[in-house]
Each structure stands twice: as structure tokens, then as C-alpha cells.
């Protein structure tokens, strides 16, 4: 843990092992309440120099911490590789993602901010102004463990926020090493924390701090309501992107070999592991036959291994045991129900955590599969018979992060986007992430922005001055 700037070594042994084979990866040291309390006393002493030093200096600083993170990105890919199952490749673009976030923010850090409001009371002049909202808990899961933490710690760095962060007990190592490149860098002691532990103790004790002003959270819409209610208490600002019920939607006019290349990355990127995966498949009764065709036999032909094997394998393990268990059940349910499997079952490996990628049809609306959060290599294909069907199975879901549409007319494609519910939506676009675009969700997905000039903006406060001349 990192706590006042100093590294510490003492706690309860937890082991890391690889999702591939179940060997061991490292091990962190977990803190208690007692940590992460120290480690927001700490980012409150903290607050008042960082805040005030000047943007150019925190700048500089994260642009140092953005090269550390790209002169070790060999190494925190491979680490990152083994203790989340990834596939090396997307480990390495998850690492170059987290130093363009960091380097993104510290080149916004610099903008001008604050406006001049044109006046109307005579005498008077009237001006707004954004200061550092104060200390932040960043409390982040493990599918996208450097990524998530960066887009959180560079835009709260930036705006001048100290921060204790709290990463998933799954996938911590990279993350770690991530964050010493930022002390590496010349971070004042205090300005950014890490605590490894209990996830519901140590949020616990961050929300209730009283120097705590802002909680930034990334995972299930379940936990999302804790931390909200948590948050209510105090009047903690919350910044929540939750699950994501994505509709990928393949319209009548689509390139479908496009449509099955997209498919295939917003369905199995990550091992299907993502907040802004595919979740259901809802394709036009004219292409169906030709996109489910086509996307079931590049399906089969995923190749599933170590995602440090060579060559690298197309699909990667899960996280765990109970990761197989929950997709697995919702497959289950659903051929209960009377679904079909298109996909070919195939021999998994014996050691490690694995599921079967599958893509099924005929699944009713109201199984899991078609209308809750899979997380993992599993999906239901509907057939519809035009686009309004198209957008109201998109919209029937309490869930509204990521939606996809293709089509070869972008006039209807932008319409269609229009309509659709949700708070990122890629037209024609599988990977429409990126730092310079807001991320967040509606309805269930959350609240608040990430990314972007708004990112910045979430974790400051708006100062309205009154002037008399």
C-alpha cells in the first residue's frame, strides 16, 4: 500500500494467481478501515498544496508519469497479462491506453477555465470560477484494472484533487506498479494513496471520512446503489459508471462482413469481460441468416488459450471460478428455457477458468442471457423485422451504458443512434472509447462523465463571484 508516500509491506498476505492455470502471479498486503482512514488523512493534509500549485507544475508531472508508464510498458503489460488472463496484445494496448489518458489530462490540466458572465446588474460584475472538488476515493474493478484507474486518477490529479485509491484484490499488481510511476514521477507524499483490503471495509471508511468528497466507482450497478446510498449520508459527490446491457444492431442495409468484424471485438475483446461488451445481438430479418452465418463460424474458429501463448490465442480465461459459474448459469437457463445453441462446444482446458464461447438463439426476453449483464464470451441473437422492433429490444433494459448500430446509410444510422438509450453509442464502430470522449451511462449505467473536457469538470466545483465596483 501507499499511504503518505511511503510504499508499506505489512497487512495479511493475499495471493494473485493467473486466471490461465491458477498459478501464482504475486501477492498484495491487506490494509484495514485504520489504512484507508490514515490514507484520507493523508490526501487531506495533502489537498491544500496540490490544489494550489500551479496547473503547469501538476501538468508536468503527469506528463512524467505518462512516460514512466510508456518506458514500462513491457513490464506492466506482462504482469498485467498474468494476473487478469489477458491476451498480451490487449494487455499491452490497455497500459498504452492508461499513459494517453494521463497524458490527455495533463495537457487539459492547463486550460483555461471559469467564465466571465456578461452583466446586467448595474455596479456589479459577476464571474465563475472551478476549484479542486477536495479528496476523491477512486474504487476501481479488474477487468480493466490500469485503464479505469488512470481515467480516474489523471483527470483528479489534474484538476488539483488528492486521492486514496482502492483497486480490485483480483487484478492488483499492475495497477501498483502503475501508480509508483506517478510517485516515481515527483507526485508530492499525500497527493495519491493506494490501499489493497476488504472492499466493503475500506469503501466503508473512505465514504465516511470526512475529508472524502467525491467517490469515484467503476463496476456493478448492484454495488453502485450501495455506494450511493453510502454517499447520501455525507452528501459525497458520486461518479458511477455501472453495468451495461449493450445492444449490438445490425439494420438490413449493413456491410455485414464489417458488422461481423465488430461484432466479433465488442462481443469477445477482453473475453467478453467489459462494461461496454455486446450483450445481445438484435439483427434485421433480411441479413439475419447472412450475419448469424457468418458470425457463428468466425465464432467456432476463436481459438482459446494462455494469452501469453504463441501464438496468441483469440479468446483468453475469465477471472475466476465464480465468473464460469455466473455465465455458465445464464447459458444453462436459457437452453432450459428452450434457446438453441449455434456455436460448437469444444474441449476446455483442465486447469484455470473457462467458459465456452456460445451465441444462442431463440432466448426469451425475460432469461438472464437476453436481458441482464453477461460479462463473459456469451450472447442471445434475436431476429427482427425492422428497425423500430430493432430499437425497442435495443431499449428494454433498465441498463444504458453502450449501444452499437450498423448500417451503410449513416442518415438512418444517426437517427437510429439517436434514439437509442444509452450513454456511449458506436455507429458502425466497435471501439468507441477513447480519451478525448465522455464515458457514461444513463438509467442504471450510472451517473457522471469520464473523459473529455466533462472528466475534468467532475471533480471540481463551480465558484460564482459577485463583484461590486
Given at each position: ?112 477555465t471559469g467564465a466571465v458572465v456578461p452583466h446586467e ?28 484507474q488512470a481515467r480516474k486518477l489523471a483527470p483528479a ?313
Amino acid at each position: 500500500m501507499l499511504i503518505d508516500g511511503e510504499w508499506r509491506a505489512d497487512g495479511t498476505p493475499y495471493e494473485v494467481t493467473d486466471p490461465a492455470d491458477g498459478s501464482l502471479v504475486g501477492e498484495v498486503r491487506f490494509g484495514t478501515a485504520d489504512d484507508a482512514r490514515a490514507a484520507a488523512d493523508a490526501a487531506a493534509r495533502a489537498f491544500a498544496p496540490w490544489s494550489e500549485t500551479p496547473a503547469r507544475q501538476r501538468a508536468d508531472i503527469l506528463l512524467a508519469a505518462a512516460a514512466l508508464i510508456s518506458e514500462r510498458a513491457a513490464d506492466l503489460a506482462l504482469l498485467l497479462a498474468r494476473e487478469a488472463g489477458k491476451r498480451l496484445p490487449e494487455a499491452r494496448a490497455e497500459i498504452a491506453f492508461s499513459a494517453e489518458y494521463v497524458r490527455w489530462f495533463a495537457e487539459q490540466a492547463r486550460r483555461p477555465t471559469g467564465a466571465v458572465v456578461p452583466h446586467e446588474a448595474p455596479g456589479k460584475r459577476h464571474l465563475t470560477l472551478r476549484r479542486a472538488a477536495g479528496v476523491v476515493a477512486a474504487l476501481t474493478p479488474w477487468n480493466f484494472p490500469c485503464s479505469i484507474q488512470a481515467r480516474k486518477l489523471a483527470p483528479a490529479l489534474a484538476a488539483g484533487c488528492t486521492v486514496v485509491a482502492r483497486v480490485s484484490e483480483k487484478a492488483p499488481l499492475a495497477v501498483t506498479e502503475l501508480i509508483r510511476c506517478f510517485t516515481d514521477a515527483g507526485l508530492p507524499r499525500g497527493v495519491l494513496n493506494l490501499v489493497h483490503g476488504p472492499a466493503a471495509e475500506l469503501s466503508s471508511a473512505l465514504l465516511e471520512h470526512p475529508a472524502v468528497r467525491i467517490v469515484s466507482f467503476t463496476g456493478s450497478t448492484e454495488v453502485g446503489r450501495l455506494i450511493m446510498r453510502q454517499a447520501s449520508r455525507r452528501v459525497v459527490r458520486p461518479l458511477l459508471e455501472l453495468g451495461g446491457d449493450g445492444a449490438f444492431v445490425v439494420l438490413d442495409d449493413a456491410d455485414i462482413e464489417a458488422a461481423v468484424e465488430g461484432a466479433l471485438i465488442a462481443k469477445f475483446r477482453n473475453t467478453g469481460q467489459s462494461c461496454i461488451a455486446a450483450n445481445r445481438f438484435i439483427v434485421q430479418d433480411g441479413v439475419y441468416d447472412e450475419f448469424v452465418g457468418r458470425l457463428v463460424e468466425r465464432t467456432d474458429a476463436l481459438t482459446l488459450g494462455d494469452g501469453l501463448a504463441d501464438p496468441v490465442p483469440d479468446i483468453g480465461p475469465v477471472i475466476d471460478a465464480g465468473r464460469v459459474q455466473a455465465v455458465n448459469s445464464m447459458v444453462d437457463e436459457a437452453l432450459a428455457a428452450g434457446a438453441k445453441r449455434l456455436t460448437r462446444e469444444r474441449a476446455l482446458p483442465t486447469a484455470g477458468h473457462w467458459v465456452q464461447p456460445a451465441l444462442l438463439t431463440d432466448v426469451p426476453e425475460t432469461a438472464a442471457l437476453g436481458c441482464q449483464e453477461v460479462f463473459g464470451p456469451a450472447a442471445a441473437v434475436f431476429r427482427v423485422t425492422d428497425a423500430e422492433e430493432a430499437l425497442r429490444r435495443a431499449n428494454a433494459t433498465d441498463l444504458g451504458l453502450a449501444g452499437y448500430v450498423w448500417s451503410r446509410d449513416l442518415g438512418r444510422a444517426w437517427r437510429f443512434a439517436e434514439r437509442l438509450e444509452t450513454g456511449i453509442t458506436g455507429v458502425n464502430d466497435a471501439l468507441p472509447s477513447a480519451a478525448f470522449a465522455p464515458l457514461g451511462g444513463v438509467k442504471q449505467s450510472g451517473l457522471g462523465r469520464e473523459g473529455a473536457e466533462l472528466g475534468l469538470e467532475e471533480y471540481t466545483d463551480v465558484h460564482y463571484l459577485a463583484v461590486g465596483l
